[in-house]
């Protein structure tokens, strides 16, 4: 059991190292990169080199005279301080870009992953408990087109709906421009709900069919068991049933899919918040990239790569707590 | 055993009882009347498909969807005669697991696997309003007289238990609110030899310790025969042959008895004379008219192919199903010895 945890976390702990190591060597690979381009540019406009070479030091930790190992090192011991570089299009810390922007993509892509779970998991049992009626053939129709519509499609049509044609919401942004936590935290709270409605309501609709059907075909399945046929023979009322033995047999095997998919939504945030303007690390990964800002790119990768990394830790430590079977989790891995 | 019966005490009567599919096209339970005496151990035998589960669950009410029961079924309850398929659901709910209680198929299934076995006697008991702290200490005595640990059991969870253990805890929970007769649907199919045998010995004792009525159902004859009082041969959707357990083992009287019991391995039969039936047992769509057994039948004749034979008595308590239960008795030979008591044969 403390062995399973062990090597749980020394799992999670050499991939962040191998994912840290990884962007360590491709800085170096990538071709031409921004930093041939910004020397070139500045010495173009007459910086002396000495002073060129300095500022791109001090941008991307890049000594490129010190031995590959001492980089290596500094590189290493300069991200466990937080020091993820300096990004070249914004002339700020990465780091500081990040804690700006994370805990907004968090707010949404957490949030969104929620709904999505708490809408399929009550849409599928019903789908199941009225499997092969009316409402189960129309409810999986809807699944299946609504998973089949990419969510930055519906996230276009949602601004043009109900942000230009009858203005409801805001089309763009996390917040309106001069209202801050200062100008009153429940003015502040309200705002920011109103911008993130929309890249949730897109999020949530293309991504609630898939788990729905798969919620479905779970509760079918434990329906099907005999133990739900002996605990109706002995008499629990059918709320009992639904609730400890279908709800419960038929949730388990969607956790560990719960967890892993808030992962990977951080990850496919650089598409939605492009969609709709919203200033999250998806946003920013958008720019760097435009800009061919490595250290930014690098950075916000490396987050969504933890970020992920973590979610599936998490799944795998807490699966034996809901579901009694997994006690030494090796039947079970999520990775 | 069988002389303990009191004839006239029947704890539970079938009356044409049929368990239909598909708007009445195909039988699963064709017109079987039984009854069941009170304290007795009935085994019902039959092969696979034969309509043995159905018959358990008609006993209940708890025909799959969308299956459809007709015919009477009434239990007779120590003060009132209770007609099964006239309660309504609450009363049905009270009559089930307090009243008739069942083991199914495979233990290994019939608990929930995300909870601990005591709660699934919390929740019986309190489905049917027991008080909690009495009917826990008697899910104790039960779970000891079956040979379980109490405390370990209760706080395990179903995958902590080895398949004899979780039989043997099913056994105990459907036994939690005293019900008068318990009704077991191939109690031992996924276990060993060993445990199979040494469930039956718990069975026996149970059944004297609490005074129970015991409807054993399995397709394994030999199994059978060293627990039941009384056997009933199921074919094709109706029993066929119903008798004592010593009567039926030594005087068999229906041509498919005589040829299940000659396909039965057994230490007295060498292995070069034991039969297999010719033919295969027919679906529920096309069940032969007449007798369903005529196809297969050696003794077959143009009366078989078109009537359905009505019970017939070879000896007191001894029906049969067979207009030539005579013939078939001298023409179809045993290839045990018939002298030999019928115990032996397990």
Redesign the interface.
Known sequence: MINYYFQRSARAVLTIWVVITATFGMIRLLPGGPLAQLEAKLLRQGVPAGQVDAMLQTYQNVHPDKPIEVQYIDYVVALIQGDLGTSISRNKPVMTIIADALPWTIFVMVTATFLIFAIAIVWGALMAYREGGAFDLLSSGASIVLSSVPFYVLGIALIIVFGYQLELLPTGYRSTSGIDPESGLLVFILDALDHAYLPILSMVLAGVGLQALAMRGNAIQVLG???V???R?????DR?VAV??VA??AI?PMYTGFLTLIGFNLGGSVILEEVFNYNGIGYYMFLGLDNRDYPLMMGIFLIITTALVISVYIADLTYGLI???ITTGESNETY | MAQTHQPDDPIATLEDVSVTYDDGTSFVLDNVSLHVERGEILGIVGESGSGKSMLASSLLDAIPDPGYLSGSITYQAEEKTIDVLELGQSELRSLRWEEISMVFQGAMSSFNPTMQIRDHFIETIEAHNGGVQAGMDRARQLLSDLYLDPDRVLESYPHELSGGMQQRALIALSLVLDPELLVMDEPTAALDLLMQQSILLLLRELQEKYQLTMIFITHDLALVGALADRLAVMYAFDIVELAPKQQLLSNPSHPYTRALLNSTPNLQAPLAEMRPIEGQSPAPINVPSGCSYNPRCPLATEECRTTDPAMDSPAPEHSVACFYWEKAQWEIELNYATDQPGGDHS
């Open positions: 068991a005999d133990y046929r002996v605990a023979l002995r008499g629990l009322s009992r400890r033995y419960r047999n388990l579901d009694p079977r």
